[in-house]
């Protein structure tokens, strides 16, 4: 942040300035301190809590809930009530009332029960699919925000150090021991990794813009990653895919589709019903008066599949559940190449690493301290100096993007291992 121009150096005396350090130190630890930090794995825990997507996503599970507590259940019973007065005679009429009760003939009712459960452990290992897939989300996005704050504090070290030699360069100039180019090219060097630095800004500004909102942070809040991009370390590359929820969904559905087949198969047998009736006739005889007559009777009906046998269905489901089996054993197969892909890509990103962290990044540090104190002495000219330097720059550069592409291979090792 740049000091106000009336602040600036010469402004006041010397105790108004240390005062004015001071207050500026503080008010930056103060901003710092409000800020939310969240380390890797805080983050996913506060997405797995907050996020809307994933919330709005557990209510499917209380719907599959609620279609198993409707599942199975037999039809209510029917009140039946019947008047028949004679036209040609007000006095005469027949008056009946009775219930009746539909019942299934099949397992129907079981299977109906028996597919709403398996839905409903589909949608409650779809749940468990959407938190394994915001918690890579949240992983790689927080790994590319500490890679691009690593990516910043490299360049700025890069900006500082050539400040640095352009200051010496101006010296020792000015005491007509070298040449001004020396110190001009190094300023143009300076700005030009200043603007290196504003495509890294825009992108933590976006990267940071989408860790908000997976972690469910207001826009204007201050936000901060905390923690450092560990070096790598031994990972098993072996994946489970009974271990991933997307594939307990796949078997979920799949059993689900093979009671599909039973239920079709039930459903071509509608429902029998069975009931007691009551039954009263008044009679009307000119001699004899009124008579009236009393009965009690039951039904029972039964039906015959002779024209709809529910072929239909039961090919639909058969076709559903043959769906349900390849895509459960795609889904396998995807899950293992899934893994041993991401840890090849962690075994090469680990190769470079090694060799750019090893004796070549020694050896580039001590040629370039060699080479500059050799420019010091008029033996070296400063090309020589800056690109060595720039090659130390390079492997160091190479090195925070392949740890940066580890973790992210890494993350997406544990999100294919259902980890």
């Known amino acids: 942040m740049p000091c106000p121009a009336g602040l600036r150096k010469g402004a006041f005396s010397q105790p108004f300035q240390l005062m004015y350090r001071i207050l500026f130190a503080l008010l930056l630890t103060l901003s710092s301190a409000a800020a939310r930090t969240f380390t890797i794995e805080g983050a996913v825990e506060r997405a797995r809590s907050a996020n ?45 009332a009775g219930f009746v009760q539909r019942f299934p003939l099949t397992k129907k009712l079981w299977f109906e029960r028996a597919v709403s459960e398996a839905e409903l452990r589909a949608a409650e290992a779809e749940v468990l699919n959407a938190a394994r897939l915001l918690t890579s989300e949240v992983r790689a996005a927080a790994v590319k925000l500490l890679a691009l704050k690593d990516q910043q504090t490299l360049l700025e070290k890069k900006r500082a150090h050539s400040r640095e030699l352009a200051a010496d360069a101006e010296k020792t100039a000015k005491a007509g021991e070298g040449s001004s180019l020396d110190a001009a090219r190094l300023e143009l060097e300076a700005e030009q990794v200043a603007l290196e630095l504003l495509p890294i800004e825009t992108a933590r500004a976006a990267l940071t813009g989408e860790f908000r909102t997976l972690v469910s942070i207001p826009a204007k809040e201050p936000l901060v990653i905390a923690g450092k991009l560990e070096e790598p370390v031994a990972a098993d590359g072996a994946a489970n895919p009974a271990q991933r929820p997307d594939y307990q969904a ?138 060595t330097r720039e090659q130390r720059f ?10 940066r592409d580890w973790h992210l291979a890494r993350v997406r090792l544990l999100a294919a291992q259902g980890r």
Do not use: C
């Open 52 to 96: 809307p997507d994933l919330a709005a996503a557990r209510l499917g599970i209380e719907q599959a809930r609620a279609r198993v507590m409707q599942s199975g259940r037999k039809a209510n019973p029917n009140l039946e009530v019947e008047w028949k007065p004679n036209v040609a005679q007000p006095k005469e009429f027949t008056f009946s």
């Open 394 to 403: 390079a492997l160091e550069t190479a090195r925070i993007a392949a740890l």
């Open 250 to 387: 796949a078997q979920a559905k799949e059993e689900a589709a093979r009671a599909g087949i039973d239920l079709a198969r039930a459903g071509k047998w509608d429902d029998a019903s069975y009931g007691i009736a009551y039954e009263r006739e008044h009679n009307y005889d000119a001699g004899d008066g009124s008579q009236r007559d009393n009965f009690i009777g039951f039904k029972f009906s039964i039906p015959w599949p002779l024209r709809n046998k529910n072929e239909g269905e039961i090919a639909e489901a058969g076709a559903s559940t043959a769906r349900a089996q390849q895509e459960r054993e795609a889904l396998a197969a995807r899950i293992r190449a899934e893994s041993a892909t991401a840890a090849a890509e962690m075994a090469a990103a680990e190769q470079i690493i090694t060799q750019s962290r090893g004796g070549l990044l020694e050896k580039a540090v001590a040629l370039e301290d060699r080479l500059l104190a050799a420019h010091k002495l008029g033996k070296v000219p400063m090309s020589d100096v800056l690109r």
